[in-house]
């Protein structure tokens, strides 16, 4: 019995969400279901869940299998298509968990001011925003080690709030011939939909409606002044590194 790394992009708009739900479509389920079409019963592990919409270009999972790597790379890609792709597949040490071992997880956010092509919704945020300056200095506010009590869901199960972010950074690119913003925030872990609410407070203080003293008071979980997160159209996971088995 071997452990296997799978790195795949998934198109989370077909999905509610990574985790398996009763009755609903997942990417768990799916790699599941793909799994034992192989005979393989193995637990699936994942280096993070993504929320209902979020989409994924590098999420890793891990499952062990009695087959060869060279069965695995033949007969499983084919099986999770066409709404999952399989970017690389390799065995890792038994003990590999890809939750556990990730050192550094990165997500992108992309968005635009106006869409005006519907097969691009899915996939592309529609958001307002202001000056790209103003979204820079806002996003060098989150860099460093806070408490995101105030950038999490109430929801969340996590006691600690305490995350460090670091990097976040914003630059301008055209995708599919829209001019869009892409932002990137890289850290080793992030609480549930911090990225999206890191994101939505951002906009809000790039478009004048927080000011830098309220945006600080929150990053630095003295108020909540901002509340709403971004949608999850424009939310990738892009990068999730590893010290002793690689980057995905």
Same mark, same amino acid.
């Given at each position: ?32 279901? $793909?799994?034992?079409?192989? &005979?393989?019963?193995?637990? @699936?592990?994942? +280096?993070?869940?993504?929320?209902? *919409?979020? /989409? ?68 592309? $945020?529609?958001?307002?925003? &202001?000056?790209?300056?103003? @979204?820079?200095? +806002?996003?060098?506010?989150?860099? *460093?080690? /806070? ?26 690119r055209t995708l599919w011939g829209v001019p869009c913003v ?67």
């Amino acid at each position: 019995m071997c452990r296997f790394k799978m790195v795949i992009a998934y198109d989370g708009s077909a999905f509610h969400g990574y985790a398996k739900q009763p009755n609903l479509p997942s990417v768990q389920g799916a790699l599941e279901c $793909a799994l034992q079409g192989l &005979g393989i019963t193995s637990p @699936l592990l994942c +280096a993070g869940r993504t929320d209902k *919409g979020v /989409h994924a270009l590098a999420q890793v999972v891990s499952f062990c299998a009695s087959l060869s790597l060279q069965t695995l790379q033949r007969h499983l890609p084919p099986k999770i298509t066409p709404h999952i792709a399989c970017k690389h597949i390799e065995s890792v040490p038994l003990d590999f968990h890809p939750r556990f071992y990730a050192t550094m997880r990165t997500y992108c956010y992309v968005f635009t001011k106006a869409l005006h092509n519907p097969f691009l919704s899915r996939y592309i $945020a529609c958001c307002d925003y &202001g000056d790209l300056v103003r @979204l820079q200095e +806002a996003l060098d506010c989150f860099v *460093g080690m /806070h408490d995101f009590k105030f950038f999490s869901k109430q929801s969340g199960d996590f006691r600690n709030t305490q995350r460090q972010i670091y990097r976040a950074k914003c630059r301008t690119r055209t995708l599919w011939g829209v001019p869009c913003v892409l932002l990137y925030i890289s850290a080793p872990s992030f609480l549930r939909a911090q990225v999206r609410l890191i994101v939505g407070a951002a906009l809000a203080y790039s478009l004048g409606h927080l000011s830098l003293a309220q945006l600080q008071a929150q990053i630095h979980a003295q108020y909540r002044y901002h509340n709403i997160p971004a949608p999850p159209q424009g939310l990738y996971l892009a990068r999730v590194d590893y010290p002793r088995h690689g980057s995905s």
